[in-house]
T-cell receptor, first 113, second 115 residues
């Protein structure tokens, strides 16, 4: 079946540090990959996405590249801010498969000033 | 205008009670979902409806009954609430056949606390 594995959190960084949150997936076929962000007390917001191999999704300084050879979609940001503190979820959707968005367990990021 | 709106935002109730959570979307999507987020932030799909038709039911206790009066609404009714039902429940919607392109749009959640 389809599954997503994210690095365990929590992750604590200082402002302006480099961020990487690892995400790998297992799926048949060619899933679409997503990163969602959940700020404290809020719902999930789509952060970025990639729909095919080698696509790079980017938004708000965050980037992730769809790597089919390593089945990965790692999230990166060059310089984090306090306002980036949130829980980040990697997810996949397999069109024509199970018809549901499958999430990783989430990684909590705390950025200190 | 809120794209996916859920009510109430908070719900505190006693064990054994029956409660409902409402969800409405104004995006013109034809597929809607309920997800449960536990205390460890893990998200698990419960139900999916496409244009009022149930298409996913993920081994959820039959105390949970979704109802979709039209494609813009998906409500969740819970009978005989138990302590373990305490969680945040998220509604979401997507255009069917294009989920891989657009993903899902989520509501802001309903925090249910059973005491």
């Amino acid at each position: 079946g389809n599954s997503v594995t994210q690095m365990e959190g929590p992750v604590t960084l200082s402002e302006e540090a480099f961020l990487t949150i690892n995400c790998t997936y297992t799926a048949t076929g060619y899933p679409s990959l997503f990163w969602y962000v959940q700020y404290p007390g809020e719902g999930l917001q789509l952060l970025l996405k990639a729909t095919k191999a080698d696509d790079k999704g980017s938004n708000k300084g965050f980037e992730a590249t769809y790597r089919k050879e390593t089945t990965s979609f790692h999230l990166e940001k060059g310089s984090v801010q306090v306002s980036d503190s949130a829980v980040y979820f990697c997810a996949l959707f397999n069109q024509g498969g199970s018809e549901k968005l499958v999430f990783g367990k989430g990684t909590k990021l705390t950025v200190n000033p | 205008d809120t794209a996916v709106s859920q009510t109430p935002k908070y719900l505190v109730t006693q064990m054994g009670n029956d409660k409902s959570i409402k969800c409405e979307q104004n995006l013109g999507h034809d597929t809607m979902y309920w997800y449960k987020q536990d205390s460890k932030k893990f998200l698990k799909i419960m139900f999916s409806y496409n244009n009022k038709e149930l298409i996913i039911n993920e081994t959820v206790p039959n105390r949970f009954s979704p109802k979709s009066p039209d494609k813009a609404h998906l409500n969740l009714h819970i009978n005989s609430l138990e302590l373990g039902d305490s969680a945040v429940y998220f509604c979401a919607s997507s255009p069917r056949g294009r989920q891989g392109v657009y993903g899902y749009t989520f509501g802001s959640g309903t925090r249910l606390t059973v005491v």
